[in-house]
């Protein structure tokens, strides 16, 4: 099975930061990366998919970048509502995988 | 509207078994994969198993961790997605969502989400 890393596991940030969370995968995954964004007791929500596509009505201080192993998620100007836990994924091979997740908070 | 409406979930013991419900409207059902995604108290998501559509004659996948004991089905006349679940262990304890698989710029990814349903494996 593919594992998905993430760095950092948290991260404190504050109101107009720009942040960079990072995903690594234990092999080569192409571009078959998404990441997810959930909050706390609700689903989660796709936020990027195939490394950098963003998902319908998301907002654009939201991208996505990377390839093969390595992949980024920033967030260029960090709003009140982004203070969440988020997640990537690999779709490239089953089991499907999810990284350990990164919690952002203020 | 896309909806996905979970249901089935509760209190089992170690050993029993549960099936869960997840009612899709507005969308044409029978054109998707879909999928079922568990979190367990206060941990990360874990991907449970897939089905895939009609067109791809409704095959299945699974995590290593319920393969043999779950079983993903689908009805396509009633717009419903199942998870049979079987010879349950604390371990299974989480939230069950399920969630919607589009396809797009070559990969697939879960568009949609219900709102989970919790199923509690104790004794």
């Known amino acids: 099975a593919i594992q998905m890393t993430q760095s950092p596991s948290s991260l404190s940030a504050s109101v107009g930061d720009r942040v960079t969370i990072t995903c690594r995968a234990s092999?080569?995954?192409?571009?078959?990366l998404g990441w997810y964004q959930q909050k706390p007791g609700k689903a989660p929500k796709v936020l990027i998919y195939?490394?950098?596509n963003l998902q319908s009505g998301v907002p654009s201080r939201f991208s996505g970048s990377g390839s093969d192993t390595d992949f980024t998620l920033t967030i260029s100007s960090l709003q009140p509502e982004d203070f969440a836990t988020y997640y990537c994924?690999?779709?490239?091979?089953?089991?499907?995988?999810f990284g350990p997740g990164t919690r952002l908070e203020i | 509207e896309v909806q996905l409406v979970e249901s089935g979930g509760g209190l089992v013991q170690p050993g029993g078994s549960l099936r869960l419900s997840c009612a899709a409207s507005g969308f044409t059902f029978s054109d998707y994969y879909m999928d079922w995604v568990r979190q367990a108290p206060g941990k990360g998501l874990e991907w449970v198993g897939r089905?895939?559509?009609?067109?791809?004659?409704?095959?299945?996948?699974?995590a290593a961790s319920v393969k043999g004991r779950f079983t993903i089905s689908r009805d396509d006349s009633k717009n419903s997605l199942y998870l049979q679940m079987n010879s349950l262990n604390t371990d299974d304890t989480a939230v069950y969502y399920c969630a919607r698989s589009k396809f797009g710029s070559g990969t697939y990814y879960f568009d949609y989400w219900g709102q989970g349903t919790l199923v509690t494996v104790s004794s």
């Open positions: 089905t895939r559509n009609k067109a791809n004659s409704y095959t299945t996948e699974y």
């Open positions: 092999q080569g995954i192409g571009n078959d």
């Open positions: 994924l690999q779709d490239l091979s089953y089991p499907i995988t």
């Open positions: 195939a490394t950098s």
